[in-house]
């Protein structure tokens, strides 16, 4: 099962939009697929026309009060391969109600877990509020992938800065974070100022940005406002083409190995780089750390099931991951840090 958050702390980029057409994309190609509305807004519930007494308020509240979920109806079936668990205003309270909570950092997991265990979903897509508070956070918590869509400015540059320090406390938590993704929303390269701009993001965001681009298109605005998805709503339109081109990049990226992502917080003046089991402990330029902003370092790699051993080196400094807890003795006397890839 994979869990993909879509999150950006800025509104209007585009998150609702990328969620419920991404759902939909993946139903298409035979994937059992829920969409959780975790936004109070309820933006992608009224963009799915959905008028249900369902919502993920009622089961995230029961899931704190350690009540049991309701025998049925847990999810609102729109067709075959795809279900949403739609939103309501209430879900604002909600959050603060998570603050005083044991698992307010784990709710969304554990009712995760167990509507799970009924359904058995391939694909859950979460589309989170235009903020970075406890909601968002436990959504990064249970998700495997974090789906940022970007727009043609530097407020969405900021923004992955601060992503980044999310993801960093979120692997300081848990020992793992899920692993940043991006992708240029409602796009259009005609300016020179766009292109310039998207290689310039391409430059510092590397294989974390998707080839697959979302471009300009009103029919994906229309398709919400009437209640569908772009696939019911214009099947042959560049909305529909993109969305399944993301949902085929996504499917391929995310099959057989999992994209795993290194980060660290530090004021480092040489470069970085990750050693381990992956590279045979040595050092290699292709395992060198990109530095994002002031002090955040960071790189992705596809990585297939198991343990592995790692360690970061800085001119002759190796030390290990500062934000995984997961460490053992070395042969030299040593730590070492370790990773699982499930």
Known sequence: MKIISVVNQKGGCGKTITSINLAAALSRK????????LDPQGHATSALGNKSG?????????????????????TVKLNENLHIIPSSIGLAATEHLLNNNKNKLQALSILINKINKIHNFDNIIIDCPPNLGLLTINALVVSTYALSPLQLCNFSLNGVEMLKNILIMVREFKGSAPTPLYI??????????SREFAMRTGRILGSSLLKTSIRKNIHLREAASYGKDIFT???????????????????????GKTWTQFSIK?????????????????????????????DIWTITLPLSKGVYRYKFLSGNEWFTDPHNKVIENDSYGGKNSLLTVQ
């Open 30 to 37: 035979k994937s059992n697929v829920l969409l959780i509305d």
């Open 54 to 74: 369902i919502s993920i308020t009622a089961l995230l509240e029961k899931t704190i009060n350690d009540q049991p979920l309701p025998e049925k109806d847990i």
């Open 184 to 193: 240029f929303n409602q796009i259009d390269l005609r300016s020179r100022f």
């Open 233 to 255: 709503h214009k099947p042959a339109s560049n909305g529909a083409q993109d969305f399944q081109a993301l949902a085929d990049e996504i499917s391929k990226l995310t099959m």
């Open 266 to 294: 530090a004021k480092h003046n040489d470069e970085v780089y990750l050693v381990g089991d992956f590279n045979n402990w040595q050092k290699n330029e292709q395992y060198k750390l990109m530095k994002l902003g002031e």
